[in-house]
């Protein structure tokens, strides 16, 4: 029997499941308004199904952003597929929940952070810079991140 409760891999459980309830609503109403998504992920992660080319060019994360164009999301209790367009080029991905490091809808000035202990400081600002390179038209919102530092002791 466990001494401490786990309040961390709670919330992480928590945020990952409101993340699923967000990307099913989208997959089966389409995203409503100005909503969109920047989505952070370790790309090294267990699971996660990238072409080649992309893994080569982010070893280690990438930022997507569902917005204009996106097609085939299909989500599931592990994790999400989505097909997106790279320069013309549509991509299918596979991005388990796990994986996600930041989820973040600038349009409500909502986002959520995973944090752990290799997590550098400077990851909004790395969002930023790989939207541009992803989205090619950059659009840089301030957005609240909730942060599982602020409930540790």
């Keep these: 029997m466990p001494q401490d409760i786990d309040y961390g891999t709670l919330m992480h459980t928590a945020m990952r499941g409101l993340i699923q309830k967000v990307l099913t609503n989208v997959a089966e109403n389409g995203l409503p308004g100005a909503h969109h998504f920047f989505i952070t992920f370790d790309t090294r992660q267990e699971g996660v199904e990238l072409a080649d080319w992309l893994h080569d060019r982010y070893p280690e994360e990438m930022t997507i952003v569902m ?17 997106l367009n790279f320069g013309d080029a549509p991509e299918p991905l596979y991005i388990p929940y796990t994986a996600i490091k930041t989820f973040v809808d600038p349009s409500v000035e909502f986002g959520l952070r995973f944090e752990s202990s290799e997590d550098e400081d400077e990851t909004a600002t790395h969002i930023v810079e790989e939207t541009i390179e992803v989205e090619e038209t950059p659009v840089q919102h301030d957005a609240d991140v909730v942060s599982l530092d602020s409930f540790r002791k």
């Design 67 to 83: 917005q204009h164009w996106f097609e085939n999301l299909e989500v599931g209790n592990e994790g999400f597929a989505i097909t």
